[in-house]
């Protein structure tokens, strides 16, 4: 971005579901502060049919165009995660910034060579975990720092989405299981409330698919000072997503969409911070929420920082060990799991 304009100017690394709710919320943010300027998927087609739809100045059949575009300021992965490491590692090597969806990569020592890599290229990288960036999860924090519920001991959620004919979930080779696709919110949430420290322990029980993908899982993560967090997700029907923090003092209540919340309760108060109109169709509730992220990441930007403080980099390394133990716990693992674990231990 040039010094003397603070418009960030976004390259979309996919067309899918995702990239369109994606484009789709920043029509909902000042068009001064930010534009979409290029996309790019596998097929050049339907790169072009989404440029045509969102307005978009140029579509590219390839990745590698995009990353060699001098007008992007940073790049919206919005893949599916088995690619999300390449792709990610593509685009900072470009020197370009980047917003990955989550999960950040499909294992930690993923998640650990896309840090070194911006580090070592001095870009922005940071883990679209949006759910840090809506008000309720603001208020959280700011309850949370005056104590208002003297101290935290408990926290309960649960995600759950009838999503078994979705079939990149279902393919171990795509990445599939409701760890990485629904886990990973429920592990961030318990991250952000206790703090991004390594639980002493992980418990974790989960039921398979033929598949080898794991469709219902409960993980409990016990922390330090007798703190506790269970976690509940499932891909084969829909739970309210509620979810719970519990202190000495007081217990927040968020009622429903745990992941992409605009309700909660503490002590008979009720906050509501009610999403503004789509002005499109989207595919995913709730996804005109995407906004905050893009909205953090652009005053990020103008502020000169390489990783986001809401978000840093090395608490989606410490989420991405606690899925991997979840994982391994219950015998899902993917194909670059064990080639990246034999890189990790030569770089450290």
């Given at each position: ?145 005056r104590k208002a519920l003297g101290d935290v001991k ?195």
């Open positions: 971005m040039s010094k003397s304009s603070t418009m960030i100017r976004w390259g979309i690394c996919s067309a899918g579901k995702i990239s369109h709710d994606f484009l789709v919320a920043l029509k909902t943010l000042p068009p001064e502060d930010h534009k979409a300027v290029a996309i790019a998927s596998r097929d050049l087609a339907r790169s072009q049919e989404y440029a045509r739809k969102h307005d978009i100045p140029r579509a590219y059949g390839s990745y590698e165009e995009l990353a060699r575009d001098p007008d992007v300021d940073i790049i919206y992965v919005g893949s599916v995660h088995t690619q999300h490491h390449r792709l990610a590692i593509l685009f900072l090597q470009a020197q370009k910034n980047v917003l990955c969806e989550k999960p950040l990569a499909m294992n930690a020592a993923e998640v650990r060579d896309m840090i070194r890599v911006a580090r070592e290229h001095n870009v922005f990288l940071m883990e679209g975990f949006w759910t840090r960036f809506f008000p309720v999860s603001e208020q959280i924090r700011t309850l949370l720092a408990v926290i309960q959620a649960h995600l759950g989405f009838p999503m078994e004919d979705v079939q990149r979930l279902v393919d171990r080779k795509l990445g599939g299981g409701v760890i990485l696709d629904l886990g990973c919110y429920c592990v961030q949430f318990a991250s952000m409330v206790f703090g991004p420290e390594k639980p002493q322990s992980i418990v974790t029980s989960g039921i398979l698919r033929d598949t080898g993908v794991d469709e219902t899982v409960c993980i409990i993560l016990n922390y330090s000072e007798k703190r506790q967090a269970v976690l509940t997700c499932t891909m084969v029907l829909r739970l309210p997503g509620e979810a719970l923090i519990g202190g000495t003092e007081g217990v927040i209540q968020i009622p429903s969409h745990m992941n992409c919340p605009t309700i909660m309760y503490l002590k008979g108060n009720r906050w509501e911070w009610p999403l503004p109109p789509s002005p499109e169709p989207l595919f995913f509730e709730n996804d005109i929420g995407l906004r905050y992220e893009a909205e953090h990441v652009r005053q990020c930007l103008l502020d000169g920082l390489k990783e986001s403080p809401i978000m840093p980099l090395c608490e989606s390394e410490i989420i991405a060990t606690i899925l991997d133990e979840a994982r391994r716990q219950i015998g899902v693992f993917y194909e670059g799991d064990e080639t990246n674990k034999d890189q990790s231990k030569n770089t450290k």
